[in-house]
């Protein structure tokens, strides 16, 4: 095939419109999405990963009560004014990043129909493409972006690419689990996806996590797909049926996940994050070794 027929990933699709009930309280009035992680709040993380990899158009899939989000990409001109005249350049340089950074698009998700439903909604948006699908609780930590590297893998297997990952047996439950055959180092043949099993009747370990790659035959099966897992349209069923018609991959990504949508998976980010930083890790370092001597 001449490298001008391939099939390139030049669309983002971004589900938002959960009701974050795993962070009641919290999320009563705020998007989940909106929580900080030190400095920025969980989709920036993630809108920042599709950018880096190369990628500029983005939709993202919200509800009612998410229009914080919204207004988080949008320009913002009287705190642009303020900073100006307050002389805080550098603050208003990283202000109007924020709004630069991507085409962002919206639609809304008018019911709570599942992952599936949400994917769906980017129909009109995505077209006849391959596109990629980045959920929000998921924030990957790594020198290379998760999805950098599975559009790489795209590029070379033209085929749709869903990124896994190791997880405890105890744990399976909580995932889609692919079965397949793993045809060289970090990359599987996917023969089969089931969601969420027991872990007595599950395939293998292998949990899908919250990156995706999809060709647009998604759109057709997810409209045939009728509600499985908790009553939802679930994605997994759809790229089960997908994995029949066409070759579906899966790449266990080089980078560490947190699972921000978790209390405890958002502090293990917010702590690890925070170590990386040149501006706060050291001194963040040094509270914590305090901080276990005195509770020792």
Not at 16 to 44: H, V, Y
Not at 100 to 110: F, K, T
Request: hydrophobic letters at 40%.
């Amino acid at each position: 095939m001449l490298r001008g027929n391939l099939m390139r990933v030049r669309k983002a699709v971004i589900p938002a419109a959960g009701l974050g009930t795993r962070f009641l309280p919290a999320t009563k009035a705020q998007p989940k999405e909106m929580l900080p992680l030190i400095d920025r709040p969980i989709i920036q993380y993630i809108v920042e990963e599709v950018v880096t990899s190369g990628i500029e158009d983005i939709l993202i899939i919200t509800g009612r009560g998410k229009r914080a989000i919204e207004d988080h990409f949008d320009c913002c001109l009287e705190l642009e004014s303020y900073l100006r005249e307050k002389g805080k350049e550098e603050w208003l340089r990283v202000v109007r990043q924020i709004a630069q950074m991507a085409n962002i698009h919206y639609v809304r998700q008018c019911e709570p129909k599942g992952l599936g439903h949400a994917v769906l909604c980017a129909q009109s948006f995505v077209g006849n493409e391959p596109f990629a699908v980045l959920l929000g609780d998921d924030v990957i930590a790594g020198d290379k972006p998760c999805l950098a590297q599975m559009i790489d893998l795209f590029m070379e297997v033209q085929a749709s690419v869903v990124a896994v990952e190791r997880v405890p047996r105890e744990d399976v439950s909580k995932y889609g689990i692919i079965s397949g055959e793993e045809i060289r180092p970090r990359v599987f043949a996917v023969h089969d996806l089931v969601e969420k099993p027991q872990p007595e009747e599950a395939p293998s370990r292998w949990g899908v996590t919250g990156r995706y790659i999809i060709t647009p035959r998604i759109f057709g099966l997810l409209a045939e797909t009728p509600p499985g897992a908790g009553g939802e349209i679930q994605l997994t069923d759809a790229l089960r049926r997908l994995a029949k018609e066409e070759q579906v991959f899966a790449y266990a990504f080089s980078g560490k996940r947190y699972d921000a949508g978790d209390k405890l998976g958002y502090l293990k980010a917010t702590v690890e994050l925070a170590l990386e930083r040149e501006d706060l890790g050291a001194a963040f370092l040094e509270y914590l070794r305090n901080l276990l001597a005195e509770r020792s």
